[in-house]
């Protein structure tokens, strides 16, 4: 499995739970703690909950690696880290606030899905 694989599989996983427009950024030349960003929206904090632990069990179930949550549901903002690939579940409110995509503006953006 390479590290483009493995982003690929979460963006599976959180289309699966019906995480909302995803996106998938390609930060390999601009940041030397990962490879990629995948950034999702949920629409309540029950949903952010479900995409992090979809995430979770499907990286487990296919590939045996383990992920590193940071955050909860309730602040809107839950952060799954795979070393390599690093999973950012938002609410919309804050996603907005926070505009991931504009502050890593520099990397490639390799796939977006509304």
């Known amino acids: 499995m390479n590290t483009l694989e493995l982003a690929h ?3 599976e996983a959180l289309e699966d739970k019906k995480g909302e427009n995803i996106v998938l950024m390609d930060l390999e030349k601009i940041a030397m703690f990962t490879g990629y960003f995948v950034i999702c929206t949920g629409t309540s904090d029950r949903m952010l909950s479900a ?3 979809g995430v979770i ?3 487990r179930e296919k590939y045996d690696i383990k992920g590193r949550v ?3 549901s309730a602040s809107g903002w839950v952060l799954v880290d795979f070393g390599s690939v690093i999973v950012h579940c938002f609410a919309e409110e804050t996603r907005d606030f926070y505009k991931l995509e504009e502050l890593w503006k520099e990397g490639k953006i390799l796939l977006r899905l509304q």
Request: hydrophobic letters at 40%; aromatic letters at 0%.
């Open 70 to 72: 940071q955050g909860e």
């Open 9 to 11: 599989t979460i963006v």
């Open 51 to 53: 995409l992090a632990d």
């Open 57 to 59: 069990d499907h990286v």
